[in-house]
């Protein structure tokens, strides 16, 4: 029989094998398992068989048919006595088989209704509303087929989101390590500036022990009251000096603790501004506002560095206070010493004040050793950490250029999600 066009309405249909659609139903003969049978038929692209299946099922169930597989044969159905009450009021039967080739399924619905075979000659004033019909069966199994390309592309947009929250997250999280290093660095800078005060104070205790165990060692093989006595007076006027000293380091922490005073107050107002622009990047999630609480964060950082550096100088000073007193106190029972030793002199006495002296010095030179250890060890912890930045920094420039081509990459995974959905829903 020759086949005859039915359906030339839907231009939208013959996408062909670009997308999941079908070709305009013609008429022509097939046979089935029961023989031959003139049908209509519809070719699909890139819908499968079970797709069509799934359609014919689904769909007749608004019909409350029901769709009875012949034995044997796979794909082919028969639905008995349907009631299809949008096209006439008597009976419809079908038969029904569905073929697939190369992931394309073709439907062959044979229609027979008051015992006669639905067709434009046998049945005129029916025929139209059986190719809708048929229509609906189509638009039904293509919609389904999209469900699978419509969900595959959703995961690939949903994907490449969720790589684009990755890197955002590793930008984050070179931004933390930035902010950690420059911690570290500021912490190290602060540590050297004690350990240098605390070096150069050991320096000089080493000095200054070094020549006690000398004056001692003198003393021993030479003893008089006389030198005694003069060293009485040069232990009372270093401890003048020592009480100087102390005078002068309190006066510099007053005005360290001033400019500490400006600091802080420099730092609340930027944490201030922090919280502003903080507020305005929720409200309005401007790019520009974030880079700018970026700033703000780096410069309250260096705040907080300076901030630290003059504590480490206070608690230099502080340091130092101690240690003069300390020597004061030394010094004091030094006097006292030397005087009982000039009120009795004893070379034993002497020798055994030479060994705690010596031993004294033996403690400054190991103290001496740590600090420039302790001081060689921030140092590298400096240059680690100024490697960390630079190597976090490249990071993040890698990062936002590939946060650019991935937007690019969504946007148009989003729109093709989007032509998809618009074309499914046309078949709706």
């Known amino acids: 029989m020759k086949k005859i066009p039915l359906l030339i309405l839907f231009s939208l249909i013959s996408i062909g094998a670009i997308a999941q659609s079908y070709n305009p139903i013609t008429n022509e003969n097939f046979t089935f398992s029961t023989g031959e049978k003139e049908v209509f038929k519809t070719s699909f692209n890139k819908v499968s068989a079970e797709e069509v299946s799934t359609a014919v099922k689904e769909y007749l169930k608004n019909y409350k048919a029901r769709v009875e597989p012949v034995k044997g044969f796979d ?3 028969v639905v008995s006595d349907v009631a299809l009450s949008d096209i006439n009021q008597s009976a419809t039967t079908m038969n029904i088989k569905i073929t697939e080739l190369e992931g394309n399924a073709t439907l062959y ?37 999209y469900d699978a390309v419509v969900n595959l592309q959703s995961n690939v947009v949903e994907g490449k989101q969720n790589d684009l929250k990755g890197l955002e997250k590793d930008e984050e999280k070179q931004y933390d390590a ?23 104070t050991t320096q000089a205790l080493v000095a200054a022990k070094t020549q006690q165990v000398g004056d001692k060692q003198a003393e021993i093989a030479a003893v008089n009251i006389k ?20 005078e002068k380091s309190r006066e ?34 401007d790019k520009k506002i974030m880079k700018e609480v970026q700033s703000l964060e780096k410069e309250a950082a260096k705040i907080m ?68 250890k302790d001081i060689e060890k921030e140092n590298d912890n400096i240059t680690k950490q100024e490697e960390g930045i630079r190597q976090a920094e490249g990071e993040i420039a890698s990062a936002k250029n590939a946060q650019a081509a991935l937007k690019v990459e ?14 499914q829903l046309k078949f709706k």
């Open 75 to 77: 794909n082919e159905y």
């Open 109 to 145: 619905i044979h229609y027979l209704t008051n015992s006669k075979i639905v067709s434009k000659d046998n049945t005129p004033s029916e025929f139209d509303g059986y190719v809708k019909f048929t229509q609906a069966l189509d638009n039904k199994a293509t919609f389904i087929a």
């Open 178 to 200: 930035i902010g950690k290093a420059i911690k570290s660095i500021n912490d190290s800078k602060t540590s050297i500036i004690s350990l240098e005060g605390s070096l150069k």
């Open 227 to 246: 030198t005694l006595e003069s060293n009485i007076k040069d232990i009372e006027k270093e401890n003048k000096i020592f009480v100087k000293d102390i």
């Open 252 to 285: 510099d922490m007053a005005k360290i603790n001033g400019e500490n005073a400006v600091l802080d107050t420099e730092l609340a107002t930027n944490r201030s501004a922090i919280a502003a622009q903080k507020q305005l990047f929720a409200a309005s999630a």
């Open 305 to 372: 560095g300076e901030i630290e550096e003059k504590k480490g100088e206070i608690q230099n000073t502080e340091a130092a206070i101690i240690t003069s007193q300390k020597q004061i106190n030394g010094n004091n029972n030094r006097i006292f010493t030397i005087q009982k030793q000039i009120t009795s002199h004893s070379e034993d006495a002497l020798k055994d004040q030479l060994k705690i002296l010596e031993k004294d010095l033996k403690d400054l030179d190991s103290e001496e050793k740590k600090n420039v």
């Open 410 to 423: 969504i946007s148009s995974e989003q729109s093709q999600l989007k032509d998809l959905k618009s074309t």
